[in-house]
């Protein structure tokens, strides 16, 4: 686990030159940290519920699967994408096919490969994970 001293200073030193209209979170991982960039960006937040791994990060599902229809407008918005982890990237994928109407789709993860992230290393526990 990283101590939650490091992380927080990462969300608050990571560049970040772009507005934001909204950000949206993957369910579940994503809102916790798309609640820290909420305090720093001060864009509404939305939720996209898609579901392929559990609890322990092993794939529940051969890809990822839309739980819930999107149920908020995107059309013409600059939106930030927010998931806690991206291991393949299939979720992100998914996501911003569901976000296609958007004028512009950043992604940020917590850790793993995204427009920004704060770490891009082998998988560790988040300090908000009991």
């Known amino acids: 686990m990283?101590?939650?001293?490091?992380?927080?200073?990462r969300f608050r030193?990571?560049?970040i030159d772009e507005e934001f209209d909204l950000i949206v979170a993957v369910a579940n991982g994503g809102i916790v940290?798309?609640?820290?960039l909420n305090q720093r960006l001060?864009?509404?937040?939305?939720?996209l519920?898609?579901?392929?791994?559990?609890?322990r990060q092993q794939p529940v599902h051969d890809a990822p699967r839309v739980?819930?229809?999107?149920?908020?407008?995107?059309?013409?918005?600059?939106v930030l994408l927010v998931d806690d982890r991206v291991k393949t990237g299939a979720t992100l994928a998914t996501a911003r096919e569901l976000l296609r109407e958007a004028a512009r789709v950043r992604t940020f993860a917590v850790n793993g490969r995204a427009d920004y992230a704060l770490y891009d290393e082998p998988c560790f526990a988040f300090p908000w994970i009991l």
């Open 33 to 36: 940290p798309a609640g820290i």
């Open 49 to 55: 519920y898609i579901n392929l791994r559990d609890e």
């Open 13 to 15: 030193a990571i560049p």
């Open 42 to 47: 001060h864009a509404e937040v939305r939720l």
């Open 67 to 78: 739980l819930h229809p999107v149920d908020f407008d995107v059309k013409g918005k600059r």
């Open 2 to 9: 990283k101590p939650p001293g490091e992380v927080l200073e």
